[in-house]
């Protein structure tokens, strides 16, 4: 349910730049979703097309880019892609790891008339 006040702030986000520019609408919103935050783009997309009635955003598209969950090892200096949340580096064997992607959540670009 967490979907419903991202969506609020994409929304503001994007209404706030339109009105920045003094657009007239807000024909698209370009999303990137990090594999980590959970957030599902369908529940995002449903929530947008409700919440946008009666703004210039109304009838508003969403494009979501999902971000892969992607580490590197301190040990050996190699990136790999996390799966089923196994932080373990497949080269090395290594346990010294940190998140290089998967935890991105922002509004990247809109599309304005």
Do not use: W
Request: glycine share 6%; hydrophobic share 40%; with cysteine.
């Amino acid at each position: 349910m967490h979907e419903l006040s991202i969506t609020e702030s994409v929304l503001n986000i994007a209404l706030g730049e339109a009105q920045k520019h003094n657009a007239r609408r807000v024909t698209l919103i370009r999303l990137k979703v990090g594999e980590l935050t959970q957030v599902d783009p369908s529940c995002v997309e449903f929530y947008l097309e409700v919440m946008a009635k009666g703004t210039i955003a109304e009838g508003v598209s969403l494009a979501a880019e999902r971000v892969p969950l992607r580490a590197r090892c301190a040990d050996c200096d190699q990136e790999f892609a996390v799966v089923q949340l196994a932080f373990t580096c497949p080269h090395c064997g290594g346990t010294d790891t940190r998140i290089v992607s998967g935890r991105e959540l922002y509004v990247d670009s809109i599309e304005i008339e």
